[in-house]
């Protein structure tokens, strides 16, 4: 469901964007727009909406829980069509390819289209959160990851799940009062956190619903569907078995190895004007080397040495290995600049080109911190079976982890990642990583 509705939003946006060429063209030559002319501004517009469908993304407009008539989402909607603005401006008057400058066809596209994807976004934000559109959830049974799930649908209506009912399989003395409820509440989507397949009154209540064309879905699921992540107190070695098939992942794995290679280089080439600059903003900021080496561990537990500009005072860890926070006060005022626009990560490139990291990965951790968190958090060394990364799901969505029990947070996120990665998700993940440095907000 969440995911029909953002293909619904952007097919919605692509539409509206060349509607809207279409009628500045019209009204521009006071006539309906003429093939000729629609196919002499068509490609270059379409090099323009495919750059505004980016920054829109990056700017989170696709994402369902800023999906509301909020003060919030008009003002990120705003400074995303103010930069589609001057992208658009830019395209045409700093890029002489194309046989034409379109002034005023320019402008009026830009303001056709803001006011029409502005009414439409209002428009969709309130429709998805009609009843019709709603699916009716039953909860069978309790669990700490059915309870997160409930406020996080209670105040998210947009996502597009009611929790109607929530019912405890003893209560349920014959299959027909689960066929009851599922009719007076209109029931279409059943998720339960008990397994059938221990409880046979439960299967009898569950197949006599069958008629009722109702969806079935385990708790665990459904909690990593609208969660992002993976529920660590619901999983043992029978789900990593189950969902961690990596010979499946085998074309994506050396593709992605290609990409990264490549693009390593480019933007390792590119990098290297920045590397003066900073060299000198470190060395004024405070004494000490440059560059800093770290020991990490890398795929398949192997340790390996990863590079970083030097973002702490040179004795920093005197007293021994400890994780940084934002008020750290080892942290130098020119290391916190390279820290929140990530920086301090360019030397990584480097990294990623010989094959110990990639682009998109669980973050490597220090070796003492991983020796620890083995010990404390079961399961931990499983995100070792993929090459850690510059950026990762769990950096998106949350917080830099600063403790064991941020480190429990993000293993299920991680988790989530080994689970669904293919190409989507790490473009995803790079476009939300852009988003992150623009704002300044990085670790």
Known sequence: MPNFKKIILLIGDIAILYFSLWLSLSIRYSQFCTSEKWNLHFFPFSLIYASWII?????????????????????????????????????????????????????????????????????YNKIIKSSLLLVNVLFIGKSKEMEEVSKVLAN????????????????????LDLMEIISSKRVNLIVTSID?????????????????????????????????????????????LENLAESEKKFYENFKRIFDMFFAIIFGIISLFFYPIIAVAIKIDSKGHVFYKQKRVGLNGEVFTVYKFRTMTEDAEKNGVKWADDEDKRITKVGRFLRKTRLDELPQLLNIFFGNMSFVGPRPERVEFVEKLEKQIPYYNIRHIVRPGLTGWAQVNFRYGASVEDSIEKLQYELYYIKHRCFILDISIILKTVKIILKGAGR
């Not at 998210?156 to 209560?171: A, E, H, M, T």
């Not at 008629?211 to 699921?221: A, E, R, T, W």
């Not at 992540?229 to 990593?240: D, H, N, Q, R, T």
């Open 55 to 123: 920054v829109f993304y990056i700017a989170g407009l696709y994402e369902l829980n800023l999906a509301r008539n909020s003060v919030e989402f008009y003002s990120t909607l705003s400074k995303a069509i103010i930069i589609n603005g001057v992208l658009g401006i830019a395209f045409f008057y700093f890029i002489p390819y194309f046989s034409i400058t379109p002034k005023t066809n320019l402008f009026l596209d830009i303001g056709i289209s803001t006011g029409l994807i502005v009414l439409w976004r209002q428009i």
């Open 156 to 175: 998210n209506p947009q996502l597009g799940y009611k929790i109607v009912s929530q019912i405890y399989p003893d209560k349920l003395e014959t299959p």
């Open 196 to 240: 059938p397949h221990y409880d046979s009154n439960l299967v009898k209540s569950l197949y006599q619903c069958l008629p009722f064309k109702i969806s079935f879905s385990d708790s665990v699921s459904f909690y990593e569907k609208i969660m992002g992540k993976v529920p660590l107190s619901a999983i043992g070695e029978v789900w990593f």
